[in-house]
T-cell receptor, first 113, second 116 residues
């Protein structure tokens, strides 16, 4: 069975400092992995996705994530946080041939000036 | 690209009335659409999956007679909350996947439903 664990419910960083949002997954097969961002009272925006190509995935707004099979991790990083990055971030997994997504519980990112 | 819209963005209704929410894929054909529900400060919960032209598949615990889903075309799916009650108040989000990118869902902006 698939599952996703986001290790931190809340991460707070200062503007201009690096961001690390952690995600571990469990999957029986080679999964597809996604990071979505949700701003307050908004829908979800796709940041990036991994689908068995390059293990280092670059997304929008300067975010990237690295797929590490040995660690079953897919952590999201950004070198320098911006105030506009403050939002809820969801790590998501799906298995080949499965249309539905399994969501992590989300990590709220706060950015201090 | 890959834009999904939802209408209305928010709705307030009286208990016992029915509310219809539309989900449209604006620039791609959505062979599959998904409906999610999100409670405050929680993750998304999948309610149902619909494929164009066929009946929706509901997740366990979701009442299909209460949450009517129609996916009549490749660009439109509707969710009707019938005889709404205050406990149905929530944030409803749709997503769509199709010919844009395989295995990728694009999400609508959500609809805030408040039942008085």
């Amino acid at each position: 069975a698939q599952s996703v664990t986001q290790l931190d419910s809340h991460v707070s960083v200062s503007e201009g400092t690096p961001v690390l949002l952690r995600c571990n997954y469990s999957s029986s097969y080679s999964p597809s992995l996604f990071w979505y961002v949700q701003h307050p009272n908004k829908g979800l925006q796709l940041l990036l996705k991994y689908t068995s190509a390059a293990t280092l995935v670059k997304g929008i707004n300067g975010f990237e994530a690295e797929f590490k099979k040995s660690e079953t991790s897919f952590h999201l990083t950004k070198p320098s946080a911006h105030m506009s990055d403050a939002a809820e971030y969801f790590c998501v997994v799906s298995e080949p041939g499965q249309g539905n997504l399994i969501f992590g519980k989300g990590t709220k990112l706060s950015v201090k000036p | 690209g890959a834009v999904v819209s939802q209408h209305p963005s928010r709705v307030i209704c009286k208990s016992g009335t029915s509310v219809k929410i539309e989900c449209r894929s604006l620039d791609f054909q959505a062979t599959t659409m998904f409906w999610y529900r999100q409670f405050p400060k929680q993750s998304l919960m999948l309610m149902a999956t619909s494929n164009e032209g066929s009946k929706a598949t509901y997740e366990q615990g979701v009442e299909k007679d209460k949450f009517l889903i129609n996916h009549a075309s490749l660009t439109l799916s509707t969710l009707t909350v019938t005889s709404a009650h205050p406990e149905d108040s929530s944030f409803y989000i749709c997503s769509a996947s199709g010919d844009r990118e395989i295995n990728t869902q694009y999400f609508g902006p959500g609809t805030r439903l408040t039942v008085l």
